[in-house]
């Protein structure tokens, strides 16, 4: 069974710039999670979607960060514009029921 | 609001030997769920083992086991016959059920397990 893809592994930005994340989960895991994990911390839930709807977005920076999940399987999540503080390791996961989440390998985001 | 706090930033221990990470939480929820997560330095999350709240019986996975405290909000990970494979960042997760997955993680702490 293929895992939770995602790309790019890296990416370095200048502040101001836009980026983009994306995400494909594994096949049939209607739930899926954007996590934020800047460097020294765990991971902190920013999205998720319950098939293309979202299921709770509160810690999700909505001035600059969005996101979308098309058609209920892969998602993207986008930054514009970027900050210093933005900086971190995005991470995805997906899951068949809510006590199972699989991650994927995640982005490191550098932004200078 | 919950809050997961993991005491030991940095731990080490040898080859073969037994290592406890350490972790509180603080709750008021009845029903939830506690996680063990290991990141090694690919980044890649892997789930280590589960408690359920409810359940009074430690999880065991392997060599990996739990000591659930409810009472005290205390859940330790306990890794006997440590493997060099080992070697990685280990958090501690809660969720409350009935949440659809919002895992709380602390802040982790990196083993190292030495030869």
């Known amino acids: 069974e293929a895992g939770v893809a995602q790309s790019p592994r890296y990416k370095i930005i200048e502040k101001r710039q836009s980026v983009a994340f994306w995400c494909n989960p594994i096949s049939g895991h209607a739930t899926l999670y954007w996590y934020q994990q800047i460097l020294g911390q765990g991971p902190k839930l920013l999205i998720q979607?319950?098939?293309?709807?979202?299921?709770?977005d509160s810690q999700l920076p909505k001035d600059r960060f969005s996101a979308e999940r098309l058609k209920g399987v892969d998602s993207t999540l986008k930054i514009q514009p970027a900050k210093l503080e933005d900086s971190a390791v995005y991470l995805c996961a997906s899951s068949p029921s809510w006590t199972e989440q699989y991650f994927g390998p995640g982005t490191r985001l550098t932004v200078t | 609001a919950q809050t997961v706090t993991q005491s030991q930033p940095e731990m080490s221990v040898q080859e073969a030997e037994t290592v406890t990470l350490s972790c509180t939480y603080d709750?008021?929820?009845?029903?939830?769920?506690l996680f063990w997560y290991k990141q090694p330095p690919s980044r890649q999350m892997i789930l280590v083992i589960r408690q359920e709240a409810y359940k009074q019986q430690n999880a065991t996975e392997n060599r990996f086991s739990v000591n659930f405290q409810k009472a005290a909000k205390s859940f330790s990970l306990k890794i006997s016959d440590s493997q060099l494979g080992d070697t990685a960042m280990y958090f501690c997760a809660f969720m409350k059920g009935g949440s659809q997955g919002n895992l709380i993680f602390g802040k982790g702490t990196k083993l190292s397990v030495k030869p």
């Open positions: 979607f319950q098939n293309n709807g979202v299921v709770d």
């Open positions: 709750t008021s929820e009845s029903n939830y769920y």
